[in-house]
């Protein structure tokens, strides 16, 4: 878990030894020459930097489609703060999807120095032209449902979440520390919530297996197919530092034998872990599923945003007065 | 500046409720507190719920996230304050608040209906929380020493809550057509139950007696009228009518079906089963 007093101070440009590619007197080329070597080198780019256009395009875009998913993250787990069966669970839960809230909006904020306002970003979202990712797009049904969702979900985000930490984009990197940080907590939450089912009733158990039945698949799905390092643009910039093959291995090696601890067991008679090569076998993932589902249609896609839209429209006339100018007094 | 140290203000899932003897404390009296102490976290219990509904679907991500932590706060109050009760009458407090059934909660009548739009929500808020403050006022130098305590901490809190909320009602009150309209018409729906926060209590002559609260609900009405309209008129906005609280500002005999609906969603996952922990 990081430690809140370890995370790095934001320095101000003026911090920093000027780099290379700042100079304007350079050609085009070797400006980018001097940026690619810059983000190798494990150095951060900040938000006034120059920056090859790829570069820029590349940030925004992974960035979006991760505010998009906190966003709509929101949504499934929402359904659950108003049936919170005990003070505390209602407590922890309504902390939790405000979380969610709080990383939507630095993640907006992130993404719109880059040149894209929060307003344009939300209008692509609702008309579907931008992505959020694949497990949103999936029903709630049980109280076990919130448990697996804050400890598996929010686990197989984190450790992709925590790679991100060293991204080659500074205020990205900056934000994913604090937003691991608290996603830390879920993962805590969740699990509280998954053992504390785990050591009731059979009925309990019952719900708590059903459920984790149900989001084997879209997890495993969740860090997308086995790509060619070389080919992945993301990668070269340094903006994510692993593949999802290395992301879903990471996961299977902590999680699963958490579960297998607390009795819980993942629907999937492949899955064993190969002693000789260290790595985890499974049943190849539904590919097409995720295809299905990250272009609008899941079983909850399109309900989840018309959800949005009718919200956004209802509540169009706030955002009108408070971007107006106020009345005199 | 006071020298008043620093203290958090918000302990969410530690239980701050002192330790404390009520072993000396009069039956009837005792009686007569925890009634006082089950209106009051009803209250929170039931705004709080109606708050948390705004996490994800506020009108902009900054408010997700202020009505979150509004609702943290409100379900932590009334967490307290069932405790309170618990430790004066040996119930559970998870119980208190979750079995239940609809006609026994004691809420105000004022928090029957649902969140509605912004405006509704604002103008609701912005009553409950004035009318509050002058309920926690009559209760902070209270005799019995763990509720002035309680109350303490709770009006640091609702202090945030009151300033959050004029900032809305001025900024929509001030703002002419559509903002000013919803608070209009808000205001005109909600003034004449807004008094039910102060319906009198049963044991209340007890309690003003023994210096438990500082004033019979009435009176405590007849302030927090005062006090909001002298804002309400500043800001050209309706004024809340004259009148004592009605009697049966807390009564759920046939409960308002909105309030069923909000039971309905919090207790489905709580009485899924007897005897287990969630």
């Known amino acids: ?329 | 500046m006071t020298t008043e140290t620093r203290r958090p203000t918000r302990q969410l899932i530690q239980p701050d409720l002192p330790e404390f003897d009520s072993s000396g404390l009069d039956p009837q009296l005792r009686a007569a507190i925890a009634d006082l102490l089950l209106t009051m976290a009803d209250d929170e219990f039931v705004i709080g719920f109606r708050d948390s509904e705004w996490t994800g679907i506020a009108p902009m991500l900054e408010e997700d996230v202020a009505f979150s932590s509004l609702a943290q706060d409100e379900i932590g109050h009334a967490r307290l304050l069932y405790e309170l009760r618990a430790a004066l009458t040996g119930e559970d407090p998870d119980r208190l608040a979750f079995h239940r059934q609809p006609n026994e909660y004691r809420h105000a009548r004022l928090l029957d209906q649902p969140r509605q739009s912004w405006g509704f929500t604002i103008t609701r808020r912005w009553l409950y929380d004035t009318a509050d403050s002058v309920r926690l006022a009559g209760l902070a130098r209270s005799s019995f020493a763990p509720l002035a305590d309680v109350v303490g901490k709770i009006r640091r809190e609702e202090r945030y809550h009151l300033m959050h909320l004029d900032a809305w009602l001025e900024r929509l009150g001030t703002h002419h057509g559509k903002p000013r309209g919803k608070l209009l018409s808000a205001l005109k729906q909600l003034s004449p139950v807004a008094t039910s926060v102060f319906a009198p209590l049963p044991g209340e002559e007890m309690l003003v007696a023994a210096g438990v609260l500082s004033a019979p609900m009435a009176d405590l009405a007849a302030r927090w009228r005062s006090e909001a309209n002298a804002r309400l008129c500043a800001l050209n906005l309706r004024p809340i009518a004259d009148g004592v609280p009605a009697a049966d500002g807390r009564d759920h005999a046939t409960p308002h079906e909105s309030f069923v609906w909000l039971w309905n969603e919090f207790t489905s996952v709580a009485q899924l089963e007897e005897g287990v922990e969630w």
Request: charged share 30%; with cysteine.
């Open chain 1, 1 to 329: 878990m990081t430690d809140p007093l370890s995370l790095a101070p934001i320095l101000s440009p003026d911090d920093r030894p000027t780099p290379l590619f700042a100079d304007p007197d350079l050609t085009h080329e070797q400006r980018y020459d001097a940026f690619v070597e810059h983000v190798h080198g494990g150095q951060k780019v900040e938000a006034r930097d120059w920056m090859p256009d790829e570069y820029r395009t590349s940030v925004l875009r992974f960035v979006e489609m991760h505010a998009n998913s906190e966003l709509m993250g929101v949504l499934p787990e929402r359904e659950w703060i108003m049936r919170a069966p005990t003070l505390k669970r209602k407590l922890a839960l309504t902390a939790k999807v405000q979380d969610e809230c709080g990383h939507a909006q630095l993640l907006y904020r992130v993404a719109e120095d880059l040149g894209k306002t929060r307003e344009q970003m939300y209008q692509d979202l609702l008309d579907g032209k931008t992505k959020f990712h694949n497990v949103f797009h999936y029903p709630t049904k049980s109280w076990g449902d919130v448990g697996i969702i804050a400890w598996l979900v929010d686990a197989a985000a984190i450790v992709a979440q925590q790679a991100l930490r060293d991204s080659s984009y500074g205020p990205y990197a900056r934000t994913m520390k604090k937003i691991c940080w608290e996603e830390s907590v879920h993962i805590m939450h969740g699990r509280d919530v998954v053992v504390t089912m785990m050591n009731g009733s059979q009925a309990q158990r019952d719900m708590a297996q059903e459920a984790l039945d149900r989001w084997w698949g879209p997890l495993m799905q969740m860090h997308g197919p086995r790509t060619d390092p070389a080919k992945d643009r993301d990668l070269f910039w340094r903006i994510k530092e692993k593949t999802g093959e290395q992301l879903r291995q990471e996961f299977l090696s902590t999680y699963v034998p958490r579960l297998w601890e607390v009795g819980l067991y993942p629907p999937d008679k492949e899955l064993k872990l190969d002693e000789a090569s260290g790595e985890w076998r499974y049943t190849e993932p539904d590919w097409q599923e995720l295809r299905t589902v990250v272009t609008g249609h899941g079983p909850k896609s399109q309900e989840r945003l018309d959800f949005r839209r009718l919200h956004h429209d209802q509540t169009a006339w706030v955002r009108q007065t408070i971007l107006a100018t106020p009345a005199p007094a």
